[in-house]
Nanobody, 132 residues
Framework: QVQLVESGGGSVQAGGSLRLSCAAS?????????????MTWFRQAPGKEREGVAA???????VYADSVKGRFIISRDIPMNTLYLRMNSLKPEDTAMYYC?????????????????????WGQGTQVTVSS
């Protein structure tokens, strides 16, 4: 059974940085999970809809929500089966629980759907709190 485990969340002041990690394990069909799965970071703040933040396709194409473009960077280490999200210039409105999710193949333009359609695996989340 595939497991996604996030880490790296915490509390920072506005303008600070954090790097989130998402480690995938339990995939038995090949050594490299992220060569076959479209990986996305979502976030959800209390009382708000879940939002797709950034994603990376199986081919390495990166996409970002407008709200984080220029500040966040998604990357992956394929041999280590680990996804990252480098978050710079953090703002209080970035405060949320951050989740990684995996979809087999590629999702194209529907990657950020708030319902999470197409995603087979989800992590448990890591909290990011940004104070002003």
């Amino acid at each position: 059974q595939v497991q996604l485990v996030e880490s790296g969340g915490g509390s920072v002041q506005a303008g600070g940085s954090l790097r989130l990690s998402c480690a995938a394990s339990g995939y038995t069909y090949s050594r490299y999970f992220m060569e076959r799965y479209f990986m996305t970071w979502f976030r959800q703040a209390p009382g708000k809809e879940r939002e797709g933040v950034a994603a990376i396709s199986t081919g390495g194409i990166r996409v970002y929500a407008d709200s984080v473009k220029g500040r966040f960077i998604i990357s992956r280490d394929i041999p280590m089966n680990t996804l990252y999200l480098r978050m710079n210039s953090l703002k209080p409105e970035d405060t949320a629980m951050y989740y990684c999710a995996a979809a087999y193949g590629d999702l194209g333009g529907s990657w950020s759907n708030s319902g999470g359609a197409g995603y087979a695996y989800w992590g448990q989340g890591t909290q990011v709190t940004v104070s002003s």
